[in-house]
């Protein structure tokens, strides 16, 4: 099987091509987002992507710009013959036979949970490429849901806003205070964890 890691100069060159679509777009929507998670992690530690890391990883700063996302993703789809699917909690609860319902609690059933753009000839079939993610502001922090589990980080993490650096030839936004961001959900994020579980530093217990 080929690898699927963005080690892989192809996949790495595909995953890029796909990232300037992608914030193409929602630039001209006038949408602020922020590479996140190892996307981030990667663009500041290693200045580029992580060589074991296997997708991209983008978040959205304002939730009022949630509701522009139905159109940008069909405008992606329309445009690079991406395929788009956007998820709702209630997805996510009945993917979880209802167990995580009152996890759910920073959030309404139908507001965005992750959007999920693939390409079905990049890394095998159906594998997904691309995630969105939304956070939803409850008492003074962010929270989301990913891998089954409720994430929150406190919002001052993203108080300042954000700011562009050079990431391969793209030019993208990354919180103002990364390394505060950063060391907030990975800990020492300067070392590098293939093991790093997040329930370490990010899981809610309600």
């Known amino acids: 099987m080929a690898d699927k890691t963005l080690s892989n100069p192809q996949n790495r060159n595909r995953a890029l091509k796909m ?3 992608v914030i193409s777009v929602l630039d001209e929507y006038k949408i602020d987002y922020y590479l996140d998670f190892g996307t981030l992690l990667g663009a500041v530690r290693e200045k580029g992507f992580i060589p074991w890391d296997d997708d991209i990883d983008i978040s959205l700063l ?6 522009k996302i139905p159109a940008v993703l069909k405008e992606i789809k329309k445009r690079f013959k991406y395929k788009t699917r956007l998820y709702k909690f209630e997805d996510a ?3 979880c036979k209802n167990e995580c319902d009152e996890d759910i609690y920073f959030a309404k059933k139908d ?4 959007a999920k753009i693939k390409k079905k000839s990049f890394f095998g079939k159906d594998l997904t490429v691309l ?6 502001e409850y008492s003074s922090h962010l ?3 990913a891998g089954g589990l409720v994430n929150k980080i406190d919002s001052k993490y993203l108080s300042e806003g954000l700011k562009n650096v050079m990431f391969y030839d793209l030019n ?3 919180p103002k205070d990364f390394a505060a961001y950063l060391s907030a959900i990975y800990g020492n994020w300067q070392k590098p964890d293939q093991k790093w579980d997040k329930s370490d530093n990010l899981t809610v217990k309600r």
Not at 131 to 136: R, V
């Open 19 to 21: 990232l300037k679509e």
């Open 62 to 67: 304002k939730q009022s710009d949630y509701k």
């Open 93 to 95: 609860i009945k993917r």
């Open 111 to 114: 507001d965005f949970q992750v």
């Open 131 to 136: 995630d969105i993610f939304f956070k939803y």
């Open 143 to 145: 929270h989301w849901y």
């Open 172 to 174: 993208c936004k990354i």
